[in-house]
């Protein structure tokens, strides 16, 4: 059974600082995407990672997948309020499995 | 971009009642649908597959008899909960592979909170 395992699973950012969410799952996967919720609405996609060694930049956000450690990580760059939300990674050998989550709260 | 409009977006409905929830798929066509189901602080559980015109791929745990899905055309998928109870109340969203750009693999609908009272 596919794993995708996130961490940490609530994150408390200063604002201005930098933080790194972890994404790890359990089987081969070429694909793996980020996404973020805000609360009581559906998904947004943020990234989608198509090959091992892929980096994603969009603003303070930035995405990258080792996919022979069967990693991915998101960076936040200088934190700001508007990033507090849930971050969920996913990964795609046949069908859409989610991590876990990473509630993500910035403070002032 | 594509687009699934998932409908209604939220429903407060009584213990014993069914209740329907449409996703379509605008300005492309969706062979399969995915349902998910999302519990607050948790994240999102695949519930079912639907295909266009064949049945539904249930993932293990799932009542088929609860959670009807009917893939009726290219464009609709529908998820009916029948007998709702209150533990059946959650966050249903649906997702349809296909999309462009960020959104490359699944476009998901908004999302339909369901409230069993």
């Known amino acids: 059974e596919l794993k995708v395992e996130q961490n940490p699973l609530f994150l408390s950012m200063q604002e201005g600082k930098n933080y790194t969410i972890y994404c790890n799952y359990s089987?081969?996967?070429?694909?793996l995407y980020w996404y973020r919720q805000d609360p009581g609405k559906s998904l947004e996609s943020l990234f989608v990672?198509?090959?091992?060694?892929a980096v994603k930049q969009e603003g303070r956000l930035m995405a990258s997948l080792d996919t022979k450690a069967r990693l991915s990580t998101l960076h936040i760059t200088a934190a700001v309020h508007d990033l507090s939300a849930t971050y969920f990674c996913?990964?795609?050998?046949?069908?859409?499995?989610f991590g876990t989550g990473t509630r993500l709260q910035v403070t002032l | 971009g594509a687009v699934v409009s998932q409908h209604p977006s939220w429903v407060i409905c009584k213990s014993g009642t069914s209740v329907k929830i449409e996703c379509r798929s605008l300005?492309?066509?969706?062979?399969?649908m995915f349902w998910y189901r999302q519990f607050p602080k948790q994240s999102l559980m695949l519930m079912a597959t639907?295909?266009?015109?064949?049945?539904?791929?249930?993932e293990q745990g799932v009542e088929k008899d609860k959670f009807l899905i009917n893939h009726a055309s290219l464009t609709l998928s529908t998820l009916t909960v029948t007998s709702a109870h209150p533990e059946d109340s959650s966050f249903y969203i649906c997702?349809?592979?296909?999309?462009?750009?960020?959104?490359?693999?699944?476009?998901f609908g908004s999302g339909t909170r369901l409230t069993v009272v």
């Open positions: 997702s349809a592979p296909g999309g462009q750009g960020r959104s490359y693999g699944y476009t």
């Open positions: 639907s295909n266009e015109g064949s049945k539904a791929t249930y």
């Open positions: 990672l198509l090959s091992n060694g």
């Open positions: 996913a990964v795609d050998p046949r069908k859409l499995t």
């Open positions: 089987t081969t996967s070429d694909r």
């Open positions: 300005d492309f066509q969706a062979t399969t």
